[in-house]
């Protein structure tokens, strides 16, 4: 069992840039992908980006592809959403999660999930 903590969402102006970070706690295996998601109220939770966390593999939605980066550090057992020139659009609930077995971008494949960050995109 792996304890998600995300942080750093917060209000910013279009344009901005802002890192996401989900600090997790318990033994990661290089199996592991690591994902983010973002929801807005009344829609599906949305996949953003996934990590290999063994080889470091990366994958984004068209949506976010050339504007995020994830990252992480098995050193500290983090996972960063780095995001650049942020869009209103992109203003939702982060979350952080965990699949045991491999690559998905179905939120109903992710085995533990964090309580989420708020960022806002506005002007």
């Known amino acids: 069992q792996v304890e998600l903590v995300e942080s750093g969402g917060r209000l910013v102006q279009p344009g901005d840039s802002l890192r996401l970070s989900c600090a997790a706690s318990?033994?990661?295996?290089?199996?592991?992908?690591m994902g983010w998601f973002r929801q807005v109220p009344g829609q599906e939770r949305e996949w953003v980006a996934s990590i290999r966390w063994g080889v470091g593999n990366t994958y984004y939605a068209d949506s976010v592809k050339g504007r995020f980066t994830i990252s992480r550090s098995t050193a500290s057992n983090t996972v960063d959403l780095q995001m650049n020139n942020l869009k209103p659009e992109d203003s939702a609930v982060y979350y952080c999660?965990?699949?045991?077995?491999?690559?998905?971008?179905?939120?109903?494949?992710?085995?533990?999930w964090g309580q989420g960050t708020q960022v806002t995109v506005s002007s």
């Open positions: 999660a965990r699949n045991r077995h491999g690559l998905a971008t179905r939120a109903s494949e992710y085995d533990e």
């Open positions: 318990g033994r990661i295996y290089s199996s592991s992908v």
